[in-house]
């Protein structure tokens, strides 16, 4: 006896409706995969048979009966290309920032700081061996200039000019 396979497309109307191995193959999923969407929601046009229209409007989360959208899918499109514009030309102002040197990369940034860190740090826990000499048997007023001498190095040394605080430039942009 000859067994004809079972067919995988059937036409109903103006509708074509894939099996569900057909519908799996066509979305690149698996047969189990359209049981999941089929329990979270997706339409089934019947037991064993899928309209991948439908399955598409579900997927994108435009099914035809959303009030936002109205079947309209020529808003919807004009929608999404607005969108991809607008992506595209964040993304291309970032671009040129980057060409023009006003944006630096946020760990050079960050490795920069903390070696200034590491600096002010290490000459502040200096001081408790170098400021106790110098300031033995001095006046309040001489402890006050040297401390303030000590203090002023310090921070010349913290605020420094370098590639993130360049003496009299705009400032860069920090991209994370």
Known sequence: MIRLAKPNIKVEGDRIMLSTKRCAAFFGVTSKTMSEWKRSGCPQAGRGWWDPEEV?????????????????????????????????????????????????????VQDAWADRLVICRTNMFGWVNTLPPLLEGMSRTEMEKILGEEIRILWEGYSRDGPFTPAGKKEKEVVR
Do not use: H
Not at 64 to 87: C, F, H, I, M, T
């Open 56 to 108: 598409y409007r579900w997927r994108c989360g435009l099914e035809s009966d959303s009030p936002d959208n109205d079947g309209n899918w020529q808003a919807v499109k004009l929608k999404a290309e607005a969108e991809y514009r607008k992506a595209k030309a964040a993304q291309e102002e970032i671009r040129l920032k980057v060409l023009e040197g006003r944006y630096i990369p946020f760990e050079q």
